[in-house]
């Protein structure tokens, strides 16, 4: 298994594999467990300085299709598939000070397992850069590894928080330089994949000194309406409120984002996250660039696994070791970012006719 060991942001990893910021990471006993189980890291569910309350319902959804009735539902009907998460769930509940002993008591029990605290804190005021320096110095004090400040919660009520924010390049520095001014560990930025200037937002975070972007979180959306109740899968009072798609259905469109970042920032570090089930799903987002992988939804949907993917885990590290001997690999560096050079412009994609004019009608 050294094989599966890999250098990420500085940081030796056993494997790739960690547990992304989500219910899977959301205390020491879930966290314990994973790391227990093979994990080779997690990001802790996020933490902040506000205290936060959860809608008075289910805070997670997983939605199905099948063959034979191929419409998407939470509904459970025989022989279905998953097909996504949705979930409108907030940061941790559990305050800083509940955090902190935990923190230490898990990086003591498995120093070798990476430990990054995700973090959040407002902006547009000093007094929010220093809540972010207070959880960043608080979270390194009693061991974590590096951070990963949360730019990203499709699902803010304020708008100085998460999405709200993450493509606003002048915080992203704003954010990391109060960070970076307190703390010498890899800090991690985890942004929205929902903008049209990502590549600007990863610019930024880079220059500003981030050890790596992490993405995708999950995908603003709306849970369905059942055509025959006219209630939605999941609300409170008959009202629901933007959430977060995740899992298999957003996998094409994680690969996109991944692979713009990586191919405008070829020589910068990412943290793929978005529909990884298995082995397939991880090997595409290593080509397209990805040193690291994050799971949710799958560890999540793990029967019998108390949410941390224990199956899961040893599937991923046996099927990467398998396909590692099998041609011949030392470690994920050798095929990491291969597909780079095969994404090209539309224009430059073979068509039928040699008379291709772009579709446009060329000018006299």
């Not at 805070?59 to 998460?85: D, F, L």
């Not at 500003?208 to 369905?224: E, K, R, V, Y």
């Not at 009072?237 to 977060?244: A, E, I, K, R």
Request: aromatic letters at 6%.
């Amino acid at each position: 298994m050294d094989k599966l060991k890999t250098t990420f942001t500085g940081l030796e990893f056993v494997n790739p594999f960690i547990l992304a910021s989500a219910p899977p990471t959301e205390n020491k006993r879930k966290i314990l467990k994973a790391f227990e189980a093979g994990w080779g890291g997690v990001v802790t569910k996020t933490i902040g300085l506000h205290p936060v309350e959860n809608v008075a319902g289910p805070k997670t959804i997983y939605q199905r299709t099948s063959e034979q009735k191929p419409y998407v539902s939470r509904n459970k009907r025989p022989e279905t598939m998953s097909h996504s998460s949705w979930n409108w769930e907030l940061i941790s509940d559990q305050v800083l000070d509940q955090w902190l002993p935990d923190l230490k008591e898990i990086k003591e029990t498995y120093p070798d397992r990476m430990l990054i605290a995700s973090i959040m804190a407002g902006a547009g005021s000093e007094e929010e850069m220093k809540n972010w320096q207070k959880l960043a110095t608080s979270c390194v004090d009693v061991g974590c590894d590096a951070l990963e400040l949360n730019l990203s919660c499709p699902h803010m009520d304020r708008k100085d928080m998460g999405a709200n924010v993450a493509n606003d390049e002048d915080i992203i520095r704003q954010i990391l330089a109060a960070v970076l001014a307190v703390v010498d560990v890899p800090v991690w930025v985890k942004l929205t994949p929902s903008t049209s200037t990502l590549t600007d937002a990863a610019h930024a975070a880079y220059d500003a000194g981030a050890a790596a972007i992490s993405l995708c979180n999950t995908f603003p959306s709306l849970p369905l309406m059942d055509p025959e109740t006219l209630k939605f899968e999941v609300e409170v009072d008959g009202l629901v409120t933007s959430g977060g798609q995740g899992g298999l259905a957003i996998l094409n469109q994680a690969l996109q984002r991944v692979s713009d970042i990586s191919r405008a920032c070829p020589d910068k570090e990412i943290s793929g996250i978005g529909g990884i089930k298995g082995f397939r799903e991880a090997f595409n987002f290593i080509v397209h660039g990805a040193g690291n992988l994050q799971i949710c939804t799958a560890a999540m949907e793990e029967k019998g696994s108390g949410g941390v993917g224990v199956k899961l885990i040893q599937e991923l590290k046996e099927d990467l070791a398998d396909y590692l001997d099998r041609h011949g690999h030392e470690s994920i560096e050798a095929f990491r970012g291969i597909a780079r050079e095969r994404i090209v412009q539309p224009s430059q994609i073979r068509r039928k006719s040699d008379d291709y004019n772009g579709g446009y009608a060329k000018s006299a």
